[in-house]
């Protein structure tokens, strides 16, 4: 479970973050929506501890997210950020082993090794494992650094817009296999969507941001409605319902 | 290997592996200088090329190196001051002091690096040779005043001529402090990465930044204090060995090593041939080397695909 109570965040005199209280339950996929710029990147960087917190607290299954708990929370928990994009010239399974950093320092163990083999092939990144990233297209280094998250392996998975760059076949597999993760490895997955009817198809629990505050949370089959649309995002779209799941009309 | 031996027999005296044994003046000669000059150039070039490339690392940028960067005229602006101010100070302080300054003109380099914008990655280069260069001019002018322009010559011109028995110790300390770097290779390989991935990753960014800019300024005071800055080694081999093989750093530090020595020994050798009996500092020959294989790079192009 990550608590977060009354964040605030202001960079000069813009108030980016105003006082979010929210629960991330644990297990599952929790996606949280919003507006462009209304503070899901900022909050998610409070969260992974990439900001210092100017006033709140935050906590990881009752552990507090400061820099005295570093290693632990690298065990505990993984973000993707929004944009990641790394100048050095790493292969595709060297970044993968990166991830495993948090758990051998380095000194990769049989069981690492399997991790990253795990890993590479969940991805469909095994026949690229040797190739440097920036041989790669855009979408293809997308997922080495989706696979060098998963390698992680931490029980908290955040994951910043990480549908960006996939075509649509990869994004069905990518939330599939989030999915599969959630379900049977009992892992909790929070991720920033901008595709409502994703979040609508794939996650538990809906958390909607707007101008830096918690607007609403729910179920997606009771949130995503018309009235959400017109109400955050300003945009009078049709919501069909097709079996039980609600579906933005574009 | 091959280009130690010849080092060792190449200089205005000539010998020939045969009379080292036989002739004790000869051997003499071996002991107090050849040797000494051999080794020096190697723990330089070795130790120079390694703090290029964490540097590159830290900076996130492939076009710095410290002796450009503000470090090496740093260490030189410590030991002008230490000469200057407390001329009778052991070594250690000395060596101390050039380090200390050295660190600060390295972190003032980073702070205004982080400010420039990540999307345009010439402007840190053209930054660093501005910084640097404004601390050389200090170093000058400060000299210029007190009358002391021929030592700062042999502090920002590297030369292996002097080296000696006796007069190039202090760079094994180098070789130690590199040797070091070496444990916590994966450290800087993901501080490359960013802040973000190595809080991510659980790294404690801010210690790695410290020790990897602690290590390049000791090896940039003792460099300058021995033999003199050197430039170009630790931007050349990381920049060839980061195209090759990447930057797994755990993979590539002791290759980047053995380059850096190779380079900078060649250099020497080429220099003292070059204009026999005559020399030819071991930073032009860089120089000229350095841009013909800087050239090739740029021009040969980025070969991916392996
Ligand atoms: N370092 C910063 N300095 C100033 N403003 C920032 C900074 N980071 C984010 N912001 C602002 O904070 C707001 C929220 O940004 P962000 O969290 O990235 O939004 P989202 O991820 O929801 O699109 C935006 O208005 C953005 O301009
Ligand atoms: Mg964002």
Partial sequence: ?250 | MVLAAISLFVGVISLRPSEIFQDGAAFGLMLDSRLPRTLATLIAGAALAVCGMIMQMLVRNRFVEPMTAGTGQGAALGILIVVLLFPSASILVKMSIATATAMVSSIGFLLIVRRLPPAQPLLVPLVAMIYGGIIGAGVTFVAYQWDMLQYIDTWLNGDFSGVMRGRYELLWVAALITALTYVIADQFAIAGLGRDASINLGLNYDQVMILGLLAISVVAALTVITVGAIPFVGLIVPNIISRRFGDNLRATLPLTALCGASLVLVSDIIGRVIRAPYEIPVGTVLGVLGAVVFLWLLYAGPKHAR
């Fill in chain 1, 1 to 250: 479970m990550i608590v977060v109570e009354n964040l605030s965040y202001s960079v000069a005199s813009a108030q980016i973050l105003t006082d979010v209280s929210v629960t991330l339950p644990k297990g599952g996929i929790t996606a949280l929506i919003g507006p462009n710029g209304a503070g899901k990147s900022s909050l998610f960087s409070h969260i992974a501890r990439l900001l210092p917190m100017q006033s709140g607290r935050i906590t990881v299954d009752g552990m507090d997210v400061a820099p005295s708990n570093r290693q632990e929370l690298a065990r505990k928990l993984a973000i993707l950020p929004q944009q990641a994009h790394f100048a050095t010239r790493l292969t595709v399974k060297e970044l993968v082993q990166f991830g495993r950093y948090p758990h051998c320092q380095g000194r990769l163990r049989t069981e690492d090794h399997e991790m990253v083999e795990a890993s590479l092939h969940a991805f469909g990144l095994m026949p690229l494992a040797g190739r440097f990233l920036d041989t790669l297209s855009g979408g293809q280094r997308h997922k080495a650094h989706v696979a060098m998250t998963y390698a992680q392996d931490t029980d908290y998975l955040l994951l910043d817009e990480p549908l960006n760059n996939l075509d649509i076949a990869a994004s069905r597999a990518l939330m599939a296999l989030l999915r599969r993760l959630a379900d049977e490895e009992g892992k909790t997955i929070v991720i920033v969507l901008h595709d409502i009817n994703f979040a609508a198809q794939y996650a538990d629990h809906l958390v909607v941001l707007k101008d830096g505050r918690i607007e609403r949370e729910g179920k997606p089959a009771d949130m995503v409605t018309g009235a959400l649309l017109a109400d955050v995002f300003r945009t009078d779209a049709q919501v069909a319902v097709v079996g039980d799941t609600p579906f933005v009309m574009p």
